[in-house]
């Protein structure tokens, strides 16, 4: 059966979320990229002129997550609150839904994390990155953090609350804030809505403020931000002419990029701020009703955004690897052949991507339905094919 959103994804404005999901991976691929293999701006000799645009653009990893954040919003969000107007929520759907989305990359992302981790550090090429005292901003000691109680933690979506990331694989902070909100905000809708029964609704209240509370304040503070992509999903598309979408596009871009460098604004307010300018953006991008057609830039944003989340979650431990071979525990100087060294290596961790993306993100489809055939039973998983 063919999902509701089936026309919906053959519109521009589907392409141009999936461009904007698929730049973000990329932004925070190349921040990290760039922290392990070069030195900061600051250390740059005579010439650092001619590198200040590649190190504002490599230099927005964080706000790329805050990207993240509003889209999830808006996808799952408006998820929700489809399945909520058909009649057919179900939690166990939602959850089959979500969880093997999740795993079926972040299982093998751990795997593969772990045993890169333990060849770099038994090499021992580079033992001073692996403690983290290379001051690259992004590698904090591997060491403590590759053991089996964090693998669990991380696995349960416990990272920041109760273990750190596993091993060097920064990046998987951001998940246990997706996985929460996913509990959170379907658990405040029932909460709320007026048709869910007295019994559903207290339920929904104690699980909203008992997942509150375990998560901690840092969680909870970055909610409303999802909650704008939420909330995006509830707005009917606008009708703007392409000039608009441009125009909105170009004031946003040097926005978010400042954002990244400023020390003028709390993290916080900084954060708040671009998740309403990114608000704005897909706003605009959704008045994109006309089809996509199959032009170059179409096809980029969907290959992209096809293994983005494979892409945040698997480069760090390559490029960390990589690095404790070739810049060992110091970082270089960007000399033309450096340069073209780096980028070889990222062009490997951006196919190493793809090609566990292959094995995993792109069977996620496949996977759900045998998933939902066994466990959730065919009369659920026909229910789920037909509101997803």
């Known amino acids: 059966m063919k999902s509701p959103n089936t026309k919906f994804q053959s519109t521009s404005a589907s392409a141009l979320l999936d461009l904007v999901r698929g730049l973000a991976a990329i932004v925070v691929c190349i921040g990290h990229w760039r922290g392990l293999y070069f030195v900061d701006y600051a250390m740059l000799g005579a010439h650092r002129l001619l590198f200040a645009v590649p190190y504002i653009v490599t230099g927005a990893g964080h706000q790329a997550v805050i990207i993240f954040f509003v889209l999830s919003g808006y996808l799952i969000g408006g998820s929700v609150f489809r399945s909520l107007g058909k009649g057919t929520w179900s939690w166990r759907q939602y959850l089959t839904h979500r ?137 009917p598309a606008p009708q703007l002419a392409l000039r608009w979408r441009i125009v909105i596009a170009v ?24 998740g309403s300018a990114t608000f704005v953006l897909l706003w605009s991008f959704l008045s994109a009703r006309s089809p996509a057609g199959n032009p170059l830039w179409v096809r980029f944003a969907r290959s992209t955004a096809g293994f983005s989340y494979t892409l945040y979650l698997v480069h760090l431990p390559l490029l960390v690897f990589i690095a404790s ?38 069977r996620t489809a496949d996977v759900r339905r045998w998933v939902e055939a066994r466990i959730v039973g065919t009369g659920a998983s026909r229910s789920i094919a037909a509101a997803s």
């Open 325 to 362: 071979v070739t810049v060992g525990d110091s970082r270089w100087q960007p000399t033309s052949v450096r340069i073209l060294t780096a980028l070889l290596i990222l062009a490997v961790a951006i196919g190493y991507a793809w090609l566990v993306a292959f094995l995993t993100e792109f």
């Open 251 to 274: 004031v946003y871009t040097p926005l978010f990029f400042y954002l990244a460098k400023t020390h003028l604004i709390g993290s916080t307010l900084s954060d708040y701020i671009l």
């Open 99 to 235: 969880l093997v989305r999740l795993w079926l990359v972040l299982v093998p992302a751990l795997l593969l994390g772990a045993l890169i981790d333990a060849g770099g550090i038994h090499l021992h090429r580079a033992p001073a990155l692996y403690a983290g005292q290379v001051p690259n901003h992004i590698v904090a000691d591997v060491r403590q953090d590759l053991n089996t109680a964090t693998f669990a933690g991380n696995f349960l979506f416990l990272q920041g609350i109760c273990v750190h990331t596993f091993g060097s694989n920064g990046p998987l902070w951001s998940l246990a804030n997706e996985f929460w909100y996913y509990i959170l905000f379907p658990s405040a809708v029932l909460a709320l809505r007026p048709r869910s029964s007295v019994l559903t609704r207290a339920l929904s209240a104690a699980l909203f403020t008992g997942v509150s509370f375990m998560v901690g304040k840092a969680i909870m503070l970055a909610f409303p931000i999802w909650l704008l992509g939420a909330a995006l999903a509830l707005l």
